[in-house]
């Protein structure tokens, strides 16, 4: 016992000192750009939605509380909270392979992810209306979105597969429309897409999990200078997948692609353990978004539910605006 | 897979969902794996590590590949067909030509031995790329109130609780089929399962069988939990597991066959939840199992030495227990505590709790690098052809604890996790984090104490070389034998201190720096009262022993397990063949243990992953002397280890597919200390070539016949394991 206490000691005062210092940093934390609140108890969509049939994803596990970010040196801290601790990757095997969960999701969370779309000028003919693939939503005319903030397990698996879904998509319409098509056309459209989508979409890497709370770092650089209250943001939170798929329609060009989903839970009907239950049959436009802020007044089932099967037309989000609620703080949406 | 083939799958899918209802849909997926093995112990059994199945090989070297085929049918919102069409990697290597030819082992009248190494081709399903159906499973969803779904078939009953119905995984993750049904009420805030497991008969009975009558054994299970509001949930779960045979009594057929237990298994438990605030988190569980074997049909007790069976023969009952608090964040600092008080009982018994993949305390316990008695990992060392089958290297990482000492590493590779047995343990664990921006502190304080400290198995009034406690490997050696929890005699504690950092530079895409600094720091004084000596005080003194007995109850001596050395000539020295078991430190174990790791990770480009760890072990071991022998059956391990691995990891991920590799190089040395009081022997050219070492070298030959070599010991071993993954 008494050869343990050295190094046990030693350690001690480091962490000792480390956490004195850390408490002396805490008291000139860096200051809060905007919190955004949302109820708990939300977390089932359009209010149909159930989670998997799983033992390791529990109701209330992806039920997000608040979105706060701050600013730090070089860029904004968001730290987003939700209603139950964060579930940590452990060593489990989880292919044949030999992976484990905590290798393949190695920045300390692997169920969910949570996109922030930012509309930075709120200028009705400005920024894209497709959210990313799978999230079967868009955002609403006046909320257009200059940049993506994707939070998700496995960031540079989703920043690769975004570059190709892109790409394959617009292949297909270059395909449908040109006359002939080369090898170095579709390199230089590949090229041509790949610039886009990391200068639209940002996959934060420095992540940090403690607790219930998720504090992703986004550099300056990616959004021009720290976030700002006055853009607008829609935040959708959704069930990670973590594995990738290959395609084979898409691959060996038989008949028309599946649908494209960049790592997300998919809803389907009845229960399932692969993906969230409670889908409605028949049905390819019910979002599998699970927690989604709202602006003031309206309600997240109401929005989730109002899409047009018949007119193709998804769900659509609005966008919130932080500075519209300032002097309220944490508010309830 | 060829492209023809696929193209004709894929038609097939077509072809099926235009002949199906407007609202049916078959969906077909699947997933290869291609796995490449090189090591230096060139085993070539199969495909796999390591196994101690008996007839199953395990090895190091090898190609091959499998493909798993994922068929869904949803016939409608209520129902749904799931089932799997899949090839193992088993035996079949690349170079076995596509499984044809071999050895017929019928033709041969078993001669040869075991089918192994693919030696029989065509004539074994696991050397014949045979494609196995599994996981077949329908699921309702009918769209009662009271009733979410209920799914017949495979499962793995992965939503149960690890210390009661864990997830079951042998081969598979669904190899065990039942029935589920699962419901809920109040929106959700009050939500059951109920389940009949059928009872796998490869394993969840005494003796790892459950008899000759399987078909209507079963394991039944249930549990409720509520949910009133998000700061507070409340369960209840049970399990009860019945394995009957046919009533040998019963001579009249005309009424139908009586049915009589051969072992049954009962546990209940309760578990709550409370989260004050969003950054306080405690939990509380609490279990009680009965478990019985029955004679007539069941071993009443194993020997000492050769106890294997996942649950304890005979009657017996206990309690496990656990609780964890949890405060994140503390005062915004950064700073995280959790923090494990557990006791899991010495008797407790679920037969169905989780054998692996699993991990019930907070502690890191014991690391896989050291998973069996030997310094190499060699069980039963000491005797020929016991050779170390996972290799120097043993498991990477630390090991995952299991409630159990059904404990299944089988078929698994060393950059898998390890499970070892927690059984018997009790105690404390103190786990801070504090993370600030890149930075994230890890410490870990743990004190074991154990349910299973007992003198003479804990009856002292019976013989100690039977008992109803089956003991495995035995636990001796560096680490923690991973499904060993109980030893005739123990009085151990364990602290276990860890210390580590991760650092994320922003460089790049990320450079990960990690390290960790680990301390053991283990007494067992075993045999610790005088009156257990195998002999009486000078038996042995100033020449032969003269074997007079000592009795700790009226007939009942541990001569039988420690007996006296006989007097030997080398040369010109006379002595004992081992020292007499004479003083209660002869079997003392003192482990002083340190690991230091660190490593550095980056994401090279966005599918290129890269990893170099280094690993240093300094261990300083006395685990008895001669006269305790590892219990007679393992290679000694007294002494001072220092074990060294280089490990580089790659991961690259390509449009679906994945590729991994995993190369080691383990190197290190063994200086033994086996004490003195005996006359060290000579190695003739016969133990030479039966135990790998050099004829002359100094040893002895213990009880059994086994033999401990005296000379230092240099490991230099180099594995390597890549797979391809290609999901569609």
Not at chain 1, 4 to 14: F, G, M, S, T
Not at chain 1, 105 to 112: H, Q, V
Not at chain 2, 308 to 313: D, Q
Request: hydrophobic share 40%; with cysteine; charged share 20%.
């Amino acid at each position: 016992m008494v050869r343990i206490l050295c190094p046990v000691a030693r350690w001690l005062a480091v962490v000792t000192a480390v956490v004195l210092l850390s408490a002396g940093a805490a008291a000139t934390a860096p200051a809060v750009l905007f919190t955004l609140a949302d109820p708990t108890g939300d977390d089932h969509g359009d209010g149909s939605l159930q989670y998997p049939l799983r033992d390791d994803l529990a109701p209330g596990e992806l039920d997000l509380r608040s979105l706060t970010a701050r600013d730090e040196a070089g860029g904004t801290m968001f730290e987003a909270t939700f209603n139950k601790p964060i579930r940590r990757p452990d060593r489990r095997a989880i292919d044949a392979g030999g992976g484990t969960l905590d290798a393949i999701a190695s920045l300390g969370f692997y169920t969910f992810n949570i996109d922030i779309y930012i509309d930075m000028d709120q200028r009705p003919e400005s920024g894209r209306q497709p959210l990313l693939p799978g999230r079967v939503a868009e955002a609403a005319p006046g909320s257009g979105w200059e940049r993506v903030i994707c939070l998700t397990p496995r960031p540079y698996l989703a920043q690769s597969q975004l570059v190709r879904i892109e790409t394959r998509a617009q292949e297909r319409e270059l395909r449908a429309t040109a006359p002939r098509v080369d090898d170095a056309d579709v390199d230089a459209l590949r090229a041509k897409v790949t610039a886009a989508a990391n200068s639209r979409a940002f996959f934060p890497t420095a992540v940090t999990v403690v607790g219930a709370a998720v504090r992703f770092f986004v550099p300056a650089a990616f959004l021009g200078g720290p976030a700002k209250d006055t853009w607008g943001y829609i935040v959708a939170v959704s069930g990670a997948e973590l594995g990738e798929r290959l395609d084979l329609r898409a691959t060996f060009r038989i008949g028309e692609p599946g649908v494209e989903r960049l790592m997300i839970l998919p809803i389907a009907p009845g229960r399932r353990r692969e993906s969230f239950g409670g889908g409605r049959q028949d049905d390819p436009l019910q979002p599998p978004l699970v927690d989604v802020i709202v602006p003031a007044g309206t309600a997240q089932e109401t929005v989730l539910k109002d899409y047009d099967i018949q007119a193709k037309r998804p769900v659509q989000l609005q966008a919130v605006v932080p500075a519209a609620y300032r002097g309220v703080a944490s508010t309830r949406r | 897979m060829s492209r023809r083939l696929i193209v004709l799958a894929l038609a097939a899918t077509l072809v099926a969902a235009a002949a199906a209802p407007a609202n049916a849909q078959l969906t077909i997926g699947g997933t290869t794996y291609t796995k490449f093995l090189w090591g230096t112990d060139r085993n070539q059994g199969s495909l796999y590590n390591f196994t101690t199945v008996p007839e199953e090989g395990y090895g190091d070297n090898g190609q091959g590949s499998e493909v798993e085929l994922l068929l869904s049918a949803r016939l409608g919102r209520k129902v749904e067909v799931r089932g799997r069409l899949h090839s193992r990697f088993n035996q079949n290597f690349w170079t076995n030509f596509g499984g044809w030819g071999g050895r017929n082992p019928s033709g041969s009248a078993d001669r040869l031995g075991p089918c192994i190494a693919g030696e029989c081709g065509e004539f074994d399903p696991r050397s014949n790329q045979y494609v196995k159906l599994r996981g077949v499973a329908v699921t309702l969803t009918p769209g009662y109130r009271w009733l979410d779904s209920a799914t017949l078939g495979a499962n793995d009953f992965g939503q149960f609780d690890p210390f009661v119905i864990g997830r079951i995984r042998y081969i598979d993750r669904d190899n065990a089929s039942g029935m589920l049904f699962q419901g809920s009420s109040a929106a959700r805030k009050v939500t059951w399962d109920a389940v009949r497991i059928s009872l796998p008969k490869l394993w969840a009975g005494p003796n790892f069988m459950t008899g000759r009558f399987h078909a209507a054994d079963a394991a039944y299970g249930g549990q409720i939990r509520v949910a009133p509001n998000a700061k507070f949930d409340v369960g209840w779960i049970g399990q009860y597991v019945n394995d009957i045979e046919i009533d040998p009594a019963d001579g009249n057929l005309d009424d139908g066959r009586d049915m009589t237990m051969r072992f049954r298994n009962a546990v209940v438990g309760v578990k709550a939840s409370a989260r004050p605030t969003s950054t306080v988190n405690l939990t509380g569980q609490w279990y009680y199992s009965d478990s019985q074997s029955f004679d007539e049909f069941a071993p009443p007790g194993f020997g000492w030495t050769s106890g294997f069976s996942p649950v304890l023969a005979g009657e017996h009952d206990d309690h496990t227990w656990k609780a964890n608090a949890s405060v994140s964040d503390l005062g915004a600092t950064g700073f995280t505590l959790n923090a494990e008080v557990f006791s899991i009982g010495a008797e407790y018994v679920s037969m169905m709790a989780a054998r692996r993949e699993s991990d019930v305390l907070l502690t890191e316990g014991h690391d896989s690098t050291w998973a069996f008695p030997g310094p190499a990992n060699a069980a039963f060392g000491v005797f020929p052809g016991n050779p170390t089958r996972i290799g120097y290297g043993g498991w990477d990482g630390n090991a995952q604890q299991v409630a159990t000492i059904n404990v299944d590493n089988e078929f698994s590779d060393f950059d898998e996790p390890m499970a070892e047995t927690a059984i018997g343990w009790k105690g404390i664990t103190l786990a801070p984090i504090y993370s600030r921006g890149a930075l994230e502190l890890k410490g870990e304080y743990s004190y074991i104490d154990y349910n299973t400290n007992w003198q003479a198995f804990g009856d002292d009034t019976l013989p100690v070389n039977t008992t109803t406690f089956p003991v495995h490997e035995a636990d001796t050696g560096v680490g923690h034998n991973f499904r060993s929890a109980y030893a005739p005699f123990q009085d151990k504690t364990t602290h276990i201190f860890v210390a580590g950092a991760n650092y994320s530079l922003n460089v790049g895409r990320g450079v990960d720096f990690f390290g960790k600094f680990k301390v053991v720091d283990e007494e067992d004084l075993r045999l610790n009262e005088a009156r257990f000596l195998p002999y009486v005080v000078g038996d042995c003194t100033g020449g032969p022993c003269r074997g007079r007995v000592n009795e700790y109850s009226p007939g009942n001596s541990t001569s039988v397990i420690y007996s006296n050395p006989s007097l030997i000539n080398v040369g010109n020295t006379t002595g004992y063949q081992w020292k007499p078991f004479d003083d209660i430190s002869d079997d003392d174990r003192d482990l002083d243990y340190k690991l230091m790791q660190v490593g550095v990770g980056s994401q090279l480009t966005n599918d290129l992953h890269g990893t170099f760890v280094y690993e240093r072990y300094k261990v300083t071991l006395q685990d008895g002397n001669s006269a305790f022998q590892a219990y007679n059956l393992h290679e000694m391990a007294s002494g001072d280890h220092e074990k060294n691995r280089v490990i580089l990891k790659g991961r690259y991920v390509l449009q679906g597919m994945e590729f991994g590799v995993q190369y080691e190089y383990n190197f290190g040395t063994f200086d033994p200390d086996f004490g003195s009081g005996f006359v060290p022997q000579i190695a003739d050219d016969t133990i030479a070539a039966e135990h790998h070492v050099a004829a002359g070298s100094r040893g002895f030959t213990g009880r059994f016949g086994g033999w401990n070599s005296l000379e230092s010991r240099d490991f230099d071993q180099y594995r390597l394991k890549a797979f391809i993954k290609v999901q569609f």
